[in-house]
């Protein structure tokens, strides 16, 4: 598929960036580096919101799951590092309660959805954050009415074994929504679109 065919295709779909910015996003990357997940983050945020815009001409809906949960709508590539220089990392990941908002923000047009979440570890509840995509899962009438790509920043292996999980093994779903990668799988893609239309695909 020619890159105008695959920016034609996701042209159908709203976005949803949920960006971590729990305590554990102010350690390093990995260990030895000088980056911080939190500044590794921004980037990649940057340059997906940079890249999609082109795709989603009414902005870009983003929510923030760390401590507490809170959204914006209509962000633009010039509103990021603004809004990313009013956070910062503190507080524990309520990844159900993130996707709930993220799920919700979903429904809000006729446009098919793309949701990816960008964070580092293991949610405060595993189970909770399981069950809201399993019922997103099952009230779909397409399988690619709404998918969920996480991309894991750093290399907390616990966090490795549970986004997999829920890649590979999400059992009672309707439909396989949730891809999983990691950030250098991500960045392993040519462009930002193909990386969307491989998730929506898999």
Known sequence: MTITAIES???EYDFIVVI????????PLKAGSSRSRWEAMQESVGVFVRDIEKLDSDGIDVVQLGGSVNSWHGVTSAKV?????????RGSTPLAEALTTAFAAAGKSDKKDFIIVFTDGVPDD????KQVILNQANKQTNDDDCTVLFV???DDARATAYLRGLDDDLRGAKFDIVDAKTMIEAEAFATTSELVLAAIND
């Open 9 to 11: 295709k996701l042209s």
């Open 20 to 27: 971590d910015t729990s305590g554990s996003m102010g350690e």
């Open 81 to 89: 590092s603004e809004l990313f220089a009013s956070l910062s990392p």
């Open 126 to 129: 595993q189970g909770a954050a």
């Open 152 to 154: 894991q920043v750093g």
